[in-house]
């Protein structure tokens, strides 16, 4: 028993540095980034490449210190403010968002509205790792497909797919763990992309899955089902509040 509780300090209080020291950095790389950005227009050749090139590493870093800092949130249990938002709404966005990138993918959105209380950037944090990692693990040409709907219960459901090659058994347990990559990874990611989203689900009360959508198959696919209590209440829609079904480039269209 003592040891145990030992065990417990120790990583509560690794948890809590690592929640500060995040925080304290973003100041700092903040300033790192501006002075980058000046750099990179105000230089030519070979020097202005150089600051490019130091200003899209500060840019990872930044987003690495983000993701520590999310995590580090969630596991000291702080809560973020939180208001009704539709769920629909925020994954068009990120759609729109990762377009450019997607132009290999067919990628489809059938969002529904539905309506959670919850973080807004977490969410928006959550549905961009999700589409991200699909396209990340699926070769070009990979249809993705995107949707959010309220079930029969209630909840709302977020669901990304594909009809990739699936994610290997050996991985699919360990999946939502921290710097996990699978070995189709082409993005240069962190490893911490699906430990996010099954950290920003469970802290809004939720729960993120794994399914294959072909089992046995040559190309088996996979399927991440986010599931979310609903808020019910609705809400005066910053969009046309209908269903969408389009591509993502029509989106960012």
């Not at 950005?37 to 500060?58: F, V």
């Not at 969410?123 to 070009?140: D, G, Q, V």
């Not at 599931?227 to 029509?250: I, M």
Request: hydrophobic share 40%; with cysteine; net charge negative.
């Amino acid at each position: 028993d003592a040891a145990h509780a030992e065990t417990e300090a120790t990583l509560a209080r690794q948890r809590q540095f690592v929640a500060d020291a995040s925080h304290e950095l973003r100041t700092p790389l903040t300033s790192v980034l501006a002075n980058l950005e000046l750099l990179a227009e105000s230089l030519q050749g070979e020097e202005a490449d150089a600051a490019r090139s130091a200003l899209r590493s500060s840019r990872r870093m930044r987003r690495l210190v983000a993701d520590l800092l999310l995590l580090a949130r969630t596991d000291v249990g702080r809560i973020v403010r939180r208001e009704p938002c539709d769920l629909a709404q925020i994954v068009v966005e990120a759609t729109a968002e990762l377009g450019p990138v997607s132009s290999e993918h067919e990628l489809t959105l059938d969002a529904h509205p539905v309506v959670v209380d919850a973080s807004r950037d977490e969410l928006h944090r959550l549905a961009l790792n999700l589409i991200e990692n699909a396209l990340r693990h699926t070769p070009p040409g990979t249809e993705i497909r995107v949707s959010t709907t309220a079930t029969s219960a209630g909840d709302a459901r977020f669901v990304v797919e594909d009809d990739g090659p699936g994610v290997p058994e050996r991985l699919a347990s360990t999946l939502f763990e921290r710097f996990i990559r699978g070995a189709g990874d082409r993005g240069g990611s962190f490893g911490l992309g699906l430990a996010i989203v099954r950290a920003v689900a469970e802290s809004h009360g939720g729960s993120v899955t794994l399914e294959q959508t072909h089992p046995g198959a040559p190309q088996p696919g996979a399927r991440f089902v986010v599931t979310l209590p609903s808020a019910g209440a609705p809400l005066n829609l910053d969009y046309d509040g209908k269903d969408h079904r389009a591509s993502a480039q029509a989106v960012v269209d």
